[in-house]
């Protein structure tokens, strides 16, 4: 398990390609929380990835 957001996630789930959602789950909802920009070591479980926090774009969006 890893750290995100303050919540534990599996490692499978930090394996994805540029242009995805990140989102973040409260209670029973889910929120677009990021997207991802670009990674390092893909397809490894030390991989890391940068995100947009999208939360300062949601008036423009």
């Not at 394996?15 to 670009?38: E, M, Q, Y």
């Not at 390092?40 to 949601?58: A, G, I, P, Q």
Request: charge should be negative; glycine fraction near 8%.
């Amino acid at each position: 398990m890893m750290q995100r957001f303050g919540q534990e996630i599996e490692e499978a789930l930090t394996i994805v390609d540029s242009g995805v959602v990140l989102f973040k789950s409260i209670g029973n909802n889910f929120f677009a929380a990021g997207i991802v920009s670009f990674g390092f070591l893909c397809y490894t479980s030390k991989s890391n990835f940068y995100t947009t926090d999208v939360s300062h774009f949601v008036p423009w969006i």
